[in-house]
Protein backbone atom coordinates (compact mmCIF):
# COMPACT_ATOMS: atom_id res chain seq x y z
CA UNK A 1 0.00 0.00 0.00
CA UNK A 2 1.41 3.05 -1.00
CA UNK A 3 0.11 7.19 -1.16
CA UNK A 4 -0.64 6.62 -4.86
CA UNK A 5 -2.74 3.45 -4.12
CA UNK A 6 -6.32 4.31 -4.23
CA UNK A 7 -7.04 2.18 -1.54
CA UNK A 8 -4.62 3.87 1.00
CA UNK A 9 -6.90 7.57 0.96
CA UNK A 10 -9.93 5.67 2.35
CA UNK A 11 -7.91 3.61 4.41
CA UNK A 12 -6.27 6.61 5.80
CA UNK A 13 -9.60 8.56 6.31
CA UNK A 14 -10.57 5.92 8.72
CA UNK A 15 -7.19 6.09 10.71
CA UNK A 16 -7.74 9.97 11.28
CA UNK A 17 -11.41 9.93 12.30
CA UNK A 18 -10.45 7.01 14.72
CA UNK A 19 -7.44 8.95 16.06
CA UNK A 20 -9.23 11.63 16.87
CA UNK A 21 -11.28 9.82 19.23
CA UNK A 22 -7.75 10.53 21.32
CA UNK A 23 -7.24 13.63 20.16
CA UNK A 24 -6.90 14.72 24.31
CA UNK A 25 -4.78 11.70 25.14
CA UNK A 26 -1.62 11.92 23.82
CA UNK A 27 -0.55 8.61 25.67
CA UNK A 28 -3.43 6.52 23.90
CA UNK A 29 -2.73 8.84 20.38
CA UNK A 30 0.78 7.17 19.92
CA UNK A 31 -0.07 3.98 20.81
CA UNK A 32 -3.04 3.81 18.91
CA UNK A 33 -0.64 4.83 15.78
CA UNK A 34 2.17 2.53 16.75
CA UNK A 35 -0.29 -0.50 16.35
CA UNK A 36 -1.03 1.09 12.71
CA UNK A 37 2.41 1.62 11.82
CA UNK A 38 3.01 -1.86 12.50
CA UNK A 39 0.05 -3.17 11.07
CA UNK A 40 0.83 -1.55 7.84
CA UNK A 41 4.71 -2.57 7.96
CA UNK A 42 2.99 -6.86 8.46
CA UNK A 43 0.41 -6.22 5.92
CA UNK A 44 3.45 -4.87 3.29
CA UNK A 45 6.52 -6.87 4.83
CA UNK A 46 4.56 -9.92 6.78
CA UNK A 47 6.84 -12.00 8.57
CA UNK A 48 10.00 -9.39 8.18
CA UNK A 49 8.23 -7.27 10.88
CA UNK A 50 9.78 -9.40 13.49
CA UNK A 51 13.37 -7.39 12.43
CA UNK A 52 11.52 -4.45 13.38
CA UNK A 53 10.86 -5.65 16.46
CA UNK A 54 13.94 -7.15 17.24
CA UNK A 55 15.88 -3.72 16.57
CA UNK A 56 13.23 -1.62 18.49
CA UNK A 57 13.54 -3.95 21.30
CA UNK A 58 17.19 -4.26 21.46
CA UNK A 59 18.11 -0.35 20.90
CA UNK A 60 15.49 0.21 23.47
CA UNK A 61 17.37 -1.53 25.97
CA UNK A 62 21.26 -0.50 25.31
CA UNK A 63 19.71 3.21 24.76
CA UNK A 64 19.26 3.19 28.46
CA UNK A 65 22.04 0.94 29.15
CA UNK A 66 24.40 3.47 27.33
CA UNK A 67 22.52 6.47 29.80
CA UNK A 68 22.69 4.73 33.11
CA UNK A 69 25.92 3.72 33.01
CA UNK A 70 29.11 6.07 34.06
CA UNK A 71 31.66 3.46 32.97
CA UNK A 72 32.95 4.79 29.77
CA UNK A 73 34.56 1.37 28.31
CA UNK A 74 30.59 0.14 29.01
CA UNK A 75 29.14 2.77 27.14
CA UNK A 76 31.04 2.45 24.08
CA UNK A 77 31.11 -1.67 24.61
CA UNK A 78 26.71 -1.19 24.39
CA UNK A 79 27.06 1.75 21.65
CA UNK A 80 29.53 -1.29 19.65
CA UNK A 81 27.26 -4.01 20.33
CA UNK A 82 24.13 -1.78 19.06
CA UNK A 83 25.27 -0.37 15.86
CA UNK A 84 26.93 -3.85 15.22
CA UNK A 85 23.49 -5.62 15.62
CA UNK A 86 21.91 -2.98 13.71
CA UNK A 87 24.47 -3.31 10.59
CA UNK A 88 24.86 -6.45 10.66
CA UNK A 89 21.21 -7.00 10.20
CA UNK A 90 21.21 -4.44 7.42
CA UNK A 91 24.09 -6.20 5.38
CA UNK A 92 22.72 -9.80 6.04
CA UNK A 93 19.43 -8.57 4.13
CA UNK A 94 20.45 -6.18 1.73
CA UNK A 95 23.78 -7.00 0.80
CA UNK A 96 23.52 -11.30 0.55
CA UNK A 97 23.48 -11.83 -3.36
CA UNK A 98 26.29 -8.61 -3.48
CA UNK A 99 28.63 -10.60 -1.33
CA UNK A 100 27.60 -13.50 -2.80
CA UNK A 101 28.46 -12.38 -6.35
CA UNK A 102 31.94 -10.86 -5.19
CA UNK A 103 32.78 -14.01 -3.83
CA UNK A 104 31.96 -16.08 -6.93
CA UNK A 105 33.61 -13.61 -8.99
CA UNK A 106 36.94 -13.43 -7.18
CA UNK A 107 37.18 -17.17 -5.99
CA UNK A 108 35.37 -18.94 -9.37
CA UNK A 109 32.89 -20.24 -6.57
CA UNK A 110 28.66 -20.85 -7.44
CA UNK A 111 27.30 -20.24 -4.53
CA UNK A 112 23.64 -18.96 -4.26
CA UNK A 113 22.90 -16.50 -2.02
CA UNK A 114 19.75 -18.03 -0.83
CA UNK A 115 21.33 -21.45 0.20
CA UNK A 116 24.33 -19.52 1.32
CA UNK A 117 22.46 -16.48 3.66
CA UNK A 118 19.32 -18.40 4.86
CA UNK A 119 16.46 -16.08 4.49
CA UNK A 120 18.04 -13.05 3.17
CA UNK A 121 15.57 -12.87 0.18
CA UNK A 122 13.18 -11.98 2.64
CA UNK A 123 13.84 -7.94 2.51
CA UNK A 124 12.22 -6.24 5.13
CA UNK A 125 10.25 -3.05 4.48
CA UNK A 126 12.27 0.03 5.14
CA UNK A 127 15.19 -1.62 6.73
CA UNK A 128 17.53 0.98 5.56
CA UNK A 129 15.73 3.77 6.85
CA UNK A 130 14.48 2.35 10.40
CA UNK A 131 18.59 1.21 10.95
CA UNK A 132 19.80 4.27 10.27
CA UNK A 133 17.02 6.30 12.59
CA UNK A 134 17.98 3.53 15.49
CA UNK A 135 21.81 4.22 14.80
CA UNK A 136 21.43 7.70 15.10
CA UNK A 137 19.18 7.58 18.34
CA UNK A 138 21.70 5.31 19.87
CA UNK A 139 24.87 7.48 19.19
CA UNK A 140 22.67 10.61 20.10
CA UNK A 141 22.25 8.70 23.61
CA UNK A 142 25.81 8.04 23.79
CA UNK A 143 26.68 11.97 22.78
CA UNK A 144 24.40 13.23 25.26
CA UNK A 145 22.78 14.86 22.58
CA UNK A 146 19.11 13.48 23.92
CA UNK A 147 17.77 11.60 26.71
CA UNK A 148 16.86 7.86 26.11
CA UNK A 149 13.09 7.76 25.88
CA UNK A 150 12.43 5.83 28.74
CA UNK A 151 8.51 4.81 27.90
CA UNK A 152 8.65 1.81 24.96
CA UNK A 153 5.34 2.49 23.48
CA UNK A 154 6.74 5.84 22.91
CA UNK A 155 10.20 4.43 21.21
CA UNK A 156 8.08 1.94 19.14
CA UNK A 157 6.04 4.94 17.64
CA UNK A 158 9.19 6.76 16.81
CA UNK A 159 10.79 3.55 15.15
CA UNK A 160 7.65 2.56 13.42
CA UNK A 161 5.99 5.80 12.49
CA UNK A 162 4.13 4.73 9.28
CA UNK A 163 4.82 8.18 6.67
CA UNK A 164 8.09 7.66 6.50
CA UNK A 165 8.62 3.66 6.88
CA UNK A 166 9.75 3.59 3.18
CA UNK A 167 11.20 6.71 1.72
CA UNK A 168 12.01 8.72 4.91
CA UNK A 169 12.97 11.51 5.87
CA UNK A 170 15.26 9.69 8.79
CA UNK A 171 13.94 10.88 11.60
CA UNK A 172 15.73 11.94 14.79
CA UNK A 173 14.70 11.56 18.14
CA UNK A 174 15.69 14.71 19.54
CA UNK A 175 12.64 16.29 17.08
CA UNK A 176 10.21 14.17 17.07
CA UNK A 177 9.93 12.86 19.92
CA UNK A 178 9.21 15.60 22.10
CA UNK A 179 6.06 15.88 19.56
CA UNK A 180 4.64 12.25 21.10
CA UNK A 181 3.81 14.26 24.10
CA UNK A 182 1.67 17.17 23.10
CA UNK A 183 -2.24 16.97 22.80
CA UNK A 184 -3.40 16.79 19.09
CA UNK A 185 -3.54 20.50 17.44
CA UNK A 186 -4.51 21.30 13.63
CA UNK A 187 -5.04 24.58 12.74
CA UNK A 188 -7.22 25.66 9.53
CA UNK A 189 -3.74 27.11 7.98
CA UNK A 190 -1.95 23.69 8.78
CA UNK A 191 -4.80 21.88 7.13
CA UNK A 192 -4.20 24.05 4.11
CA UNK A 193 -0.44 23.35 3.97
CA UNK A 194 -1.08 19.73 4.45
CA UNK A 195 -3.58 19.38 1.71
CA UNK A 196 -1.45 21.84 -0.22
CA UNK A 197 1.48 18.96 0.63
CA UNK A 198 -0.37 15.99 -0.59
CA UNK A 199 -1.71 17.63 -3.90
CA UNK A 200 1.83 18.32 -4.73
CA UNK A 201 3.23 15.73 -4.09
CA UNK A 202 0.55 13.59 -5.59
CA UNK A 203 1.12 15.83 -8.90
CA UNK A 204 4.86 15.46 -8.64
CA UNK A 205 4.45 11.57 -8.36
CA UNK A 206 2.23 10.92 -11.03
CA UNK A 207 2.50 13.91 -13.73
CA UNK A 208 6.20 14.43 -13.62
CA UNK A 209 7.97 11.28 -12.37
CA UNK A 210 5.33 8.47 -13.63
CA UNK A 211 4.62 10.04 -16.66
CA UNK A 212 7.88 11.29 -18.22
CA UNK A 213 9.36 7.50 -16.82
CA UNK A 214 6.53 5.50 -18.66
CA UNK A 215 6.76 7.77 -21.53
CA UNK A 216 9.82 8.21 -22.44
CA UNK A 217 13.08 7.89 -19.96
CA UNK A 218 12.29 4.49 -19.11
CA UNK A 219 12.72 2.86 -22.47
CA UNK A 220 15.81 4.80 -23.40
CA UNK A 221 17.79 3.52 -19.81
CA UNK A 222 15.71 -0.47 -20.57
CA UNK A 223 17.34 0.11 -24.89
CA UNK A 224 19.76 2.71 -25.35
CA UNK A 225 21.37 1.13 -28.33
CA UNK A 226 17.70 1.76 -29.97
CA UNK A 227 18.18 5.65 -29.36
CA UNK A 228 20.06 8.00 -30.66
CA UNK A 229 22.53 10.36 -28.80
CA UNK A 230 20.32 13.19 -28.53
CA UNK A 231 17.29 10.93 -27.10
CA UNK A 232 19.76 9.21 -24.20
CA UNK A 233 21.24 12.85 -23.18
CA UNK A 234 17.15 13.86 -23.09
CA UNK A 235 16.44 11.00 -20.87
CA UNK A 236 19.24 11.19 -18.23
CA UNK A 237 18.28 15.46 -18.21
CA UNK A 238 14.88 13.52 -17.51
CA UNK A 239 15.75 11.33 -14.69
CA UNK A 240 17.10 13.85 -12.98
CA UNK A 241 13.35 15.34 -12.76
CA UNK A 242 11.87 12.36 -12.62
CA UNK A 243 14.09 11.36 -9.30
CA UNK A 244 13.71 14.86 -7.50
CA UNK A 245 9.53 14.45 -8.37
CA UNK A 246 9.50 10.78 -7.12
CA UNK A 247 11.66 11.21 -3.94
CA UNK A 248 10.76 14.87 -3.20
CA UNK A 249 6.89 13.79 -3.93
CA UNK A 250 7.18 11.06 -1.49
CA UNK A 251 8.28 13.40 1.20
CA UNK A 252 5.59 16.28 0.39
CA UNK A 253 2.99 13.39 1.06
CA UNK A 254 4.73 11.99 4.02
CA UNK A 255 4.77 15.72 5.10
CA UNK A 256 1.22 16.30 4.85
CA UNK A 257 0.31 12.90 5.81
CA UNK A 258 1.61 13.78 9.13
CA UNK A 259 0.63 17.38 9.75
CA UNK A 260 -2.67 15.46 9.44
CA UNK A 261 -1.72 13.42 12.41
CA UNK A 262 -0.26 16.12 14.09
CA UNK A 263 3.44 16.02 13.58
CA UNK A 264 5.79 18.09 12.05
CA UNK A 265 8.64 16.27 9.84
CA UNK A 266 12.01 18.10 9.19
CA UNK A 267 12.90 19.71 5.50
CA UNK A 268 14.59 16.88 3.54
CA UNK A 269 14.78 19.03 -0.05
CA UNK A 270 15.52 22.51 -0.78
CA UNK A 271 15.51 22.82 -4.07
CA UNK A 272 18.25 20.89 -5.14
CA UNK A 273 18.87 22.05 -8.69
CA UNK A 274 19.56 25.57 -7.57
CA UNK A 275 22.54 24.47 -6.22
CA UNK A 276 26.01 26.24 -7.66
CA UNK A 277 28.51 23.64 -6.89
CA UNK A 278 28.43 19.66 -5.70
CA UNK A 279 28.97 20.57 -2.33
CA UNK A 280 25.80 22.67 -1.92
CA UNK A 281 23.85 20.16 -4.12
CA UNK A 282 24.08 17.71 -1.48
CA UNK A 283 23.09 20.11 1.16
CA UNK A 284 19.79 20.53 -0.50
CA UNK A 285 19.12 17.15 -1.42
CA UNK A 286 17.84 14.33 0.51
CA UNK A 287 18.56 16.72 3.82
CA UNK A 288 18.27 13.87 6.10
CA UNK A 289 20.29 11.10 4.56
CA UNK A 290 23.10 14.12 4.27
CA UNK A 291 23.02 15.30 7.26
CA UNK A 292 23.30 11.44 9.04
CA UNK A 293 25.99 10.64 6.86
CA UNK A 294 27.69 13.70 8.00
CA UNK A 295 27.48 13.53 11.45
CA UNK A 296 27.30 9.47 11.81
CA UNK A 297 30.13 8.63 9.48
CA UNK A 298 32.05 11.62 7.74
CA UNK A 299 33.01 12.54 11.73
CA UNK A 300 33.43 9.73 13.44
CA UNK A 301 35.70 9.06 10.32
CA UNK A 302 37.54 12.02 11.67
CA UNK A 303 36.43 14.85 9.23
CA UNK A 304 38.83 17.01 8.33
CA UNK A 305 40.48 16.72 11.71
CA UNK A 306 42.18 13.52 10.95
CA UNK A 307 42.71 10.21 9.24
CA UNK A 308 41.03 6.73 11.05
CA UNK A 309 42.28 2.84 10.15
CA UNK A 310 38.49 2.92 8.86
CA UNK A 311 39.02 5.46 6.16
CA UNK A 312 41.85 3.24 4.24
CA UNK A 313 40.51 0.23 5.09
CA UNK A 314 37.46 1.20 3.77
CA UNK A 315 38.81 2.90 0.96
CA UNK A 316 41.66 0.88 -0.70
CA UNK A 317 38.85 -2.18 -0.16
CA UNK A 318 36.47 -1.01 -2.12
CA UNK A 319 39.09 -0.06 -5.15
CA UNK A 320 40.39 -3.90 -4.27
CA UNK A 321 37.44 -5.51 -4.88
CA UNK A 322 36.48 -2.85 -7.71
CA UNK A 323 39.29 -3.85 -9.44
CA UNK A 324 39.25 -8.00 -8.70
CA UNK A 325 35.63 -7.88 -10.06
CA UNK A 326 35.31 -5.52 -13.17
CA UNK A 327 39.01 -6.60 -14.50
CA UNK A 328 39.62 -2.76 -15.54
CA UNK A 329 43.46 -2.61 -15.21
CA UNK A 330 43.07 1.74 -14.77
CA UNK A 331 41.31 1.03 -11.78
CA UNK A 332 44.90 0.45 -9.35
CA UNK A 333 46.59 2.81 -11.70
CA UNK A 334 44.58 5.68 -11.07
CA UNK A 335 44.38 4.77 -7.60
CA UNK A 336 48.24 4.55 -7.29
CA UNK A 337 48.31 7.79 -9.06
CA UNK A 338 46.30 9.86 -6.80
CA UNK A 339 47.60 8.22 -3.72
CA UNK A 340 50.95 9.33 -4.74
CA UNK A 341 49.39 12.89 -5.09
CA UNK A 342 47.88 12.83 -2.33
CA UNK A 343 50.53 11.90 0.02
CA UNK A 344 52.97 14.80 -1.87
CA UNK A 345 50.44 17.55 -1.38
CA UNK A 346 50.11 16.63 2.13
CA UNK A 347 54.16 16.47 2.87
CA UNK A 348 54.13 19.68 0.97
CA UNK A 349 51.62 21.61 2.38
CA UNK A 350 51.39 21.32 6.06
CA UNK A 351 48.63 24.22 6.07
CA UNK A 352 46.19 22.16 3.88
CA UNK A 353 46.72 19.09 5.18
CA UNK A 354 43.11 19.40 6.77
CA UNK A 355 41.87 19.44 3.19
CA UNK A 356 43.69 16.15 2.35
CA UNK A 357 41.98 14.60 5.34
CA UNK A 358 38.80 15.94 4.75
CA UNK A 359 39.02 14.61 0.87
CA UNK A 360 39.61 11.14 2.14
CA UNK A 361 36.90 11.01 4.11
CA UNK A 362 34.41 12.32 2.48
CA UNK A 363 35.41 10.37 -0.61
CA UNK A 364 34.74 7.29 2.12
CA UNK A 365 31.22 8.72 3.39
CA UNK A 366 30.61 8.96 -0.51
CA UNK A 367 30.76 5.44 -1.24
CA UNK A 368 29.77 3.67 1.46
CA UNK A 369 26.44 6.30 0.69
CA UNK A 370 26.38 4.71 -2.34
CA UNK A 371 26.66 1.40 -1.16
CA UNK A 372 23.42 2.23 1.11
CA UNK A 373 21.67 2.91 -1.95
CA UNK A 374 22.25 -0.19 -3.25
CA UNK A 375 24.53 -3.49 -3.52
CA UNK A 376 26.08 -2.91 -7.07
CA UNK A 377 29.09 -1.32 -8.29
CA UNK A 378 27.40 1.35 -10.35
CA UNK A 379 25.77 2.64 -6.84
CA UNK A 380 29.20 2.73 -5.89
CA UNK A 381 30.93 4.87 -8.86
CA UNK A 382 27.96 6.84 -8.49
CA UNK A 383 28.84 7.86 -4.93
CA UNK A 384 32.72 8.20 -5.90
CA UNK A 385 31.31 10.54 -8.78
CA UNK A 386 29.71 12.80 -5.75
CA UNK A 387 32.84 12.21 -3.80
CA UNK A 388 34.60 13.81 -6.19
CA UNK A 389 32.58 16.89 -7.16
CA UNK A 390 32.24 17.80 -3.34
CA UNK A 391 36.02 17.51 -3.17
CA UNK A 392 36.68 19.40 -6.26
CA UNK A 393 33.48 21.79 -5.29
CA UNK A 394 35.99 22.67 -2.21
CA UNK A 395 39.13 22.50 -3.78
CA UNK A 396 37.49 25.37 -6.11
CA UNK A 397 36.32 27.85 -3.15
CA UNK A 398 39.75 27.72 -1.85
CA UNK A 399 41.54 28.13 -4.97
CA UNK A 400 42.16 32.33 -6.43
CA UNK A 401 41.57 32.94 -9.77
CA UNK A 402 45.04 32.24 -10.98
CA UNK A 403 44.43 28.57 -8.91
CA UNK A 404 41.20 27.91 -10.91
CA UNK A 405 42.78 28.82 -13.66
CA UNK A 406 45.47 26.57 -13.60
CA UNK A 407 43.11 23.44 -12.26
CA UNK A 408 40.79 24.26 -15.42
CA UNK A 409 43.75 24.00 -17.75
CA UNK A 410 44.98 21.07 -16.51
CA UNK A 411 41.49 19.51 -16.56
CA UNK A 412 41.10 20.26 -20.54
CA UNK A 413 45.00 19.20 -21.07
CA UNK A 414 44.51 15.83 -19.38
CA UNK A 415 41.23 15.62 -21.42
CA UNK A 416 43.15 16.25 -24.52
CA UNK A 417 45.88 13.52 -23.66
CA UNK A 418 42.92 11.24 -22.87
CA UNK A 419 41.09 11.77 -26.21
CA UNK A 420 44.63 11.15 -28.32
CA UNK A 421 45.84 8.25 -26.27
CA UNK A 422 42.69 6.12 -25.34
CA UNK A 423 40.00 7.42 -27.83
CA UNK A 424 36.56 7.07 -27.42
CA UNK A 425 32.99 8.43 -26.96
CA UNK A 426 33.58 8.67 -23.34
CA UNK A 427 36.81 10.71 -23.73
CA UNK A 428 34.43 13.00 -26.52
CA UNK A 429 32.38 13.41 -23.57
CA UNK A 430 35.57 14.64 -21.00
CA UNK A 431 37.10 16.90 -24.24
CA UNK A 432 33.81 18.79 -24.47
CA UNK A 433 32.79 19.28 -20.93
CA UNK A 434 36.34 20.36 -20.26
CA UNK A 435 36.93 22.97 -22.91
CA UNK A 436 33.29 24.56 -21.69
CA UNK A 437 34.26 24.40 -18.27
CA UNK A 438 37.66 26.11 -18.76
CA UNK A 439 36.19 28.77 -21.59
CA UNK A 440 34.00 30.46 -19.11
CA UNK A 441 36.75 29.97 -16.20
CA UNK A 442 38.90 32.20 -18.58
CA UNK A 443 35.93 34.45 -19.27
CA UNK A 444 34.72 34.67 -15.69
CA UNK A 445 38.74 35.16 -14.71
CA UNK A 446 39.38 37.79 -17.05
CA UNK A 447 36.28 39.98 -15.86
CA UNK A 448 37.12 39.21 -12.16
CA UNK A 449 40.93 40.15 -12.17
CA UNK A 450 39.95 43.11 -14.45
CA UNK A 451 38.56 44.52 -10.93
CA UNK A 452 35.32 45.17 -12.48
CA UNK A 453 33.20 42.32 -11.33
CA UNK A 454 31.77 44.50 -8.34
CA UNK A 455 30.18 46.91 -10.54
CA UNK A 456 28.35 44.56 -12.80
CA UNK A 457 25.74 42.66 -10.87
CA UNK A 458 23.97 41.19 -14.53
CA UNK A 459 27.48 39.60 -14.80
CA UNK A 460 26.98 38.11 -11.07
CA UNK A 461 23.94 36.65 -12.18
CA UNK A 462 24.64 34.96 -15.03
CA UNK A 463 27.73 33.45 -13.31
CA UNK A 464 25.79 32.01 -11.02
CA UNK A 465 23.53 30.77 -13.56
CA UNK A 466 26.24 28.99 -15.47
CA UNK A 467 27.62 27.60 -12.38
CA UNK A 468 23.70 26.27 -11.63
CA UNK A 469 23.31 24.79 -14.91
CA UNK A 470 26.85 23.24 -14.47
CA UNK A 471 26.11 21.59 -11.27
CA UNK A 472 22.62 19.97 -13.13
CA UNK A 473 24.49 18.91 -15.83
CA UNK A 474 27.26 16.99 -13.14
CA UNK A 475 24.21 15.49 -11.12
CA UNK A 476 22.53 14.57 -14.29
CA UNK A 477 25.96 12.42 -15.69
CA UNK A 478 26.26 11.20 -12.34
CA UNK A 479 22.48 9.92 -11.92
CA UNK A 480 23.55 7.75 -14.84
CA UNK A 481 25.13 5.53 -13.16
CA UNK A 482 22.29 5.83 -10.36
CA UNK A 483 19.55 4.90 -13.10
CA UNK A 484 21.12 2.41 -14.88
CA UNK A 485 20.52 -1.42 -14.51
CA UNK A 486 24.55 -2.24 -13.80
CA UNK A 487 27.87 -0.28 -14.01
CA UNK A 488 28.04 -1.64 -17.70
CA UNK A 489 24.68 -0.36 -18.41
CA UNK A 490 25.89 3.40 -17.50
CA UNK A 491 29.30 3.21 -19.98
CA UNK A 492 26.70 2.10 -22.85
CA UNK A 493 24.38 4.66 -22.65
CA UNK A 494 27.44 7.36 -21.70
CA UNK A 495 29.18 5.70 -25.02
CA UNK A 496 25.81 6.43 -26.64
CA UNK A 497 25.89 10.04 -25.79
CA UNK A 498 29.61 10.61 -26.67
CA UNK A 499 29.38 8.87 -29.84
CA UNK A 500 29.16 11.09 -32.96
CA UNK A 501 27.83 9.02 -34.75
CA UNK A 502 24.40 8.27 -32.76
CA UNK A 503 24.20 11.93 -33.18
CA UNK A 504 22.03 12.20 -36.08
CA UNK A 505 21.13 15.66 -36.44
CA UNK A 506 18.77 15.89 -39.30
CA UNK A 507 16.44 13.52 -36.92
CA UNK A 508 15.91 15.58 -33.92
CA UNK A 509 13.30 17.85 -34.85
CA UNK A 510 11.12 14.55 -35.40
CA UNK A 511 12.23 13.33 -32.48
CA UNK A 512 11.29 16.71 -30.32
CA UNK A 513 8.09 16.72 -32.65
CA UNK A 514 7.37 12.65 -31.72
CA UNK A 515 8.24 13.74 -27.45
CA UNK A 516 6.71 17.17 -27.57
CA UNK A 517 4.36 16.37 -24.77
CA UNK A 518 7.71 14.62 -22.89
CA UNK A 519 10.03 17.80 -23.81
CA UNK A 520 6.96 20.00 -22.43
CA UNK A 521 6.29 18.65 -18.99
CA UNK A 522 10.10 18.32 -18.29
CA UNK A 523 11.08 22.10 -19.28
CA UNK A 524 7.57 22.87 -17.19
CA UNK A 525 8.81 20.94 -14.35
CA UNK A 526 12.88 22.75 -14.36
CA UNK A 527 10.79 26.32 -14.45
CA UNK A 528 8.72 25.60 -11.93
CA UNK A 529 11.85 23.75 -9.81
CA UNK A 530 13.93 27.46 -10.28
CA UNK A 531 11.66 29.70 -9.73
CA UNK A 532 12.34 31.62 -6.14
CA UNK A 533 11.49 30.42 -3.60
CA UNK A 534 9.97 33.56 -1.99
CA UNK A 535 7.68 33.02 -4.69
CA UNK A 536 6.63 29.26 -3.90
CA UNK A 537 6.51 29.88 -0.28
CA UNK A 538 3.72 32.82 -0.98
CA UNK A 539 1.73 30.54 -3.26
CA UNK A 540 1.91 27.46 -0.77
CA UNK A 541 0.60 29.87 2.04
CA UNK A 542 -1.91 31.99 -0.26
CA UNK A 543 -3.46 27.98 -0.76
CA UNK A 544 -3.56 27.64 2.59
CA UNK A 545 -5.54 30.67 3.66
CA UNK A 546 -8.15 30.18 0.60
CA UNK A 547 -11.67 29.55 1.96
CA UNK A 548 -12.80 25.82 2.47
CA UNK A 549 -15.30 26.29 -0.74
CA UNK A 550 -12.72 27.61 -3.27
CA UNK A 551 -10.03 24.59 -1.59
CA UNK A 552 -12.08 22.04 -1.76
CA UNK A 553 -12.93 23.12 -6.08
CA UNK A 554 -9.77 23.88 -6.44
CA UNK A 555 -8.89 19.92 -4.68
CA UNK A 556 -11.38 18.65 -7.31
CA UNK A 557 -9.51 20.27 -10.69
CA UNK A 558 -6.38 19.11 -9.21
CA UNK A 559 -6.87 15.64 -8.81
CA UNK A 560 -9.43 15.31 -11.86
CA UNK A 561 -5.94 16.55 -13.63
CA UNK A 562 -3.43 14.49 -11.73
CA UNK A 563 -6.00 11.23 -12.60
CA UNK A 564 -5.39 12.45 -16.22
CA UNK A 565 -1.40 11.56 -16.54
CA UNK A 566 -2.30 8.26 -13.87
CA UNK A 567 -1.63 4.70 -15.55
CA UNK A 568 -3.97 2.10 -14.80
CA UNK A 569 -1.19 -0.10 -12.80
CA UNK A 570 0.41 2.45 -9.83
CA UNK A 571 4.31 2.71 -10.03
CA UNK A 572 6.11 2.27 -6.88
CA UNK A 573 8.33 5.32 -5.76
CA UNK A 574 12.35 5.03 -6.79
CA UNK A 575 13.31 4.86 -3.48
CA UNK A 576 11.67 1.90 -2.41
CA UNK A 577 14.24 -0.52 -3.68
CA UNK A 578 16.61 1.41 -1.14
Given amino acids: MTFTDIIFWPAFAIIMLIMLLFRNAPRGRNIYLMLVSLALYWYCGGITVAVLLFVTLSDYFLARGIWKTRRKWLKKLLLFISVTVDLLLLCYFKYASFVTEIVNDILGTDLVSSETFPFSALVPVG ?33 TFFPVAMSGPILRADQFVPQLHRK ?61 ADFSGYTDIATGVSLLLGFHLPKNFDSPYKSTDAQGFWKRWHISLSSWLQDYLYFPLGGNRRFSVATFVILYGMITVAW ?76 GWLGRLLIAT ?26 IFCLATVIRA ?24 QTFVFATFAWIFFRSSSFDDAIALLSDIGDPQRWELRVIPEIVASYWEVFAIMAAGLIIHWIPERFKSAFRFKFADMPLPLMSLVVIISVFIIIQFASATPHPFIYFQF
Fill in 184 to 244: YELSRRELGLAVFWILNGLAKKIILGDYLGMNFIDRVFDNPHLFTGFESLMAAFGFSLQLY
Fill in 127 to 159: ISFYIFKNIGYTMDVYRVKCAPVYNFWDFMMFT
Fill in 324 to 399: MILRLDWIPVAAGALTLFGALYYILFRKRRKNVRGALNTMVTMLLGGLWHGAAFNFITWGGVNGAGIIASRSWKDA
Fill in 446 to 469: AYSISGNAGNAEEFETLGRLWSVA
Fill in 410 to 435: AVLVGSCVLKFTIGGPLTNIALFVSA
